[in-house]
Every structure is written in C-alpha cells, then in structure tokens.
C-alpha cells in the first residue's frame, strides 16, 4: 500500500493550494482518511479528516478555510486550502485508517501514511 501526497508549494499569504493524496495497493472506500501537518520544531497535529460516509471533521484553526474531500472511484482524497496563513506552513501529511472505524483525530487511528509535502507560505 503507498500514499503519494502532492500539490505542496510556495505560496503568498491570502492565497489557495490543493493537495492530493493518491492511494495505491487497495481500496479505501470504506476507510476514513485525513490529513495532518507538522510545522517546523512542532509536533505533528490534525488538520482535517472524512468519513467513509463523507462526513467531514476540522482542526479549529483551519475550520471555514480548507476542505477535505474525496474521490473514491479515484482512490484519492484532497485537501482545499483558501485563505492561507503563514501559521499554515508545515509538511503536510495524508493517511488513511482500517475500513469501518470511527472517525479520528488521533494519529493512532490512521494506519497508512504518506510520505508529506511541503506547504510555505510567506507573509
């Protein structure tokens, strides 16, 4: 199974990216999938996440900014992100949990992971 995140760059303040997470090895129609970031000397913290039934879970910092959605004949997720802020610079990381759990904040409920892009915006 391999996540391959992409879509990360360099961008001003006020502007827009949209991260693509693409999921190989299995399907993950059934799966709930997230997306979490990790800033610079922080720990790495939820960002959003979508159930199997596409209800959707934000991070209060980026509630009403970013949306998380979902292409399951594609077996990918993305992640819309408006209105960036340079407190939004960070690796950006997609995972993906075992089908049919409850949806999660928590790192542990995510059993695959991809390998991060990188999101820099500047003031």
């Known amino acids: 199974v391999q996540l391959q995140a992409s879509g990360g760059g360099l961008v001003q303040a006020g502007g827009s990216l949209r991260l693509s997470c693409a999921a190989s090895?299995?399907?993950?129609?059934?799966?709930?999938m997230a997306w979490f970031r990790q800033a610079p000397e922080k720990e790495r913290e939820f960002v959003a996440t979508?159930?199997?039934?596409?209800?959707?879970i934000y991070a209060s910092s980026v509630k009403g900014r970013f949306t998380i959605s979902r292409d399951n004949a594609k077996n990918t997720w993305y992640l819309q992100m408006n209105s960036l802020k340079p407190e939004d610079t960070a690796v950006y990381y997609c995972?993906?949990?075992?089908?049919?759990?409850?949806?999660?904040?928590?790192?542990?409920?995510?059993?695959?992971w991809g390998q991060g892009t990188l999101v820099t915006v500047s003031s």
């Open positions: 979508i159930g199997y039934g596409r209800n959707t």
């Open positions: 090895g299995r399907t993950f129609s059934l799966s709930n």
């Open positions: 995972a993906a949990g075992q089908p049919i759990l409850s949806q999660s904040s928590q790192e542990s409920a995510y059993a695959y």
